[in-house]
Nanobody, 126 residues
């Protein structure tokens, strides 16, 4: 059974930082592109960042570019999202996602992702 589990969410002040982690069990992440998505209150899920299978290529949404950094540790089967200079509009449930095996390149489309975590809440307070 494939499971992706996010952690690291919580309450943070405006301008603060947070690091999210996503650990996989039941499959290896090392041969797939990975991504982070978020769902803000009252909105649909949207793309945040994606990273290719080896970590050499990344893509970010315009709203987080320059503030967020996606990374991965294939040896630990783990995906990360470092979030700096957090703003109130970053408040959302954050989801990690994995493309299918051997789908190695980044994507900002949710339908390209096969496995999803349950999400972790990040709340940014003014």
């Amino acid at each position: 059974q494939v499971r992706l589990e996010e952690s690291g969410g919580g309450l943070v002040q405006v301008g603060g930082s947070r690091r999210l982690s996503c650990v996989a069990s039941g499959r290896t992440l090392g041969n797939s592109a990975l991504g982070w998505f978020r769902q803000r209150p009252g909105e649909e899920r949207s793309f945040v960042a994606s990273i290719n299978w080896i970590g050499m290529s990344t893509r970010y949404s315009d709203s987080v570019k320059g503030r967020f950094t996606i990374s991965r540790d294939n040896a630990k089967n783990t995906l990360y999202l470092r979030m700096n200079n957090l703003q109130v509009q970053d408040t959302a449930v954050y989801y990690c996602a994995a493309r299918g095996t051997l789908y190695t390149e980044i994507s900002d489309e949710s339908y390209d992702y096969e496995d999803w975590g349950q999400g972790t809440q990040v709340t940014v307070a003014a």
